[in-house]
């Protein structure tokens, strides 16, 4: 029963990407291709999944362990995307 985190967390990983592969049918603005969709697959929901096993490690700080884990989540994929601090989107 516990596990049905997991199974939330990869809907809602799967429901966040179609966004993109929506938009791409309609603009030729998002241009995404395997690599991205696999790499943000990959950060969503191993960021999800580390966040909901932290929070059942220590139950006082979760909204902390939220923020956190969501900010180190949208800094890596800036990075990944256009690099704002190092040259990884380059």
């Given amino acids: 029963m516990q ?7 990869a809907l809602a990983t799967v429901f966040i990407l ?3 592969l929506i938009a791409m049918q309609i603009t030729s603005e998002v241009n995404w291709d395997e690599i ?17 096993l932290a929070a059942r490690k220590t139950r006082k ?8 884990f969501a900010a180190a989540l ?3 994929w800036a990075e990944l995307a256009v690099g704002v601090f190092t040259t990884w989107g380059s």
């Fill in 36 to 52: 991205d969709f696999i790499v943000m697959g990959a950060l969503l929901f191993g960021t999800g999944s580390m966040f909901v």
């Fill in 61 to 68: 700080y979760r909204i902390i362990i939220g923020i956190v």
């Fill in 74 to 76: 949208f800094w890596l």
């Fill in 18 to 20: 179609m966004i993109p």
């Fill in 3 to 9: 596990n049905k985190a997991f199974l939330w967390i």
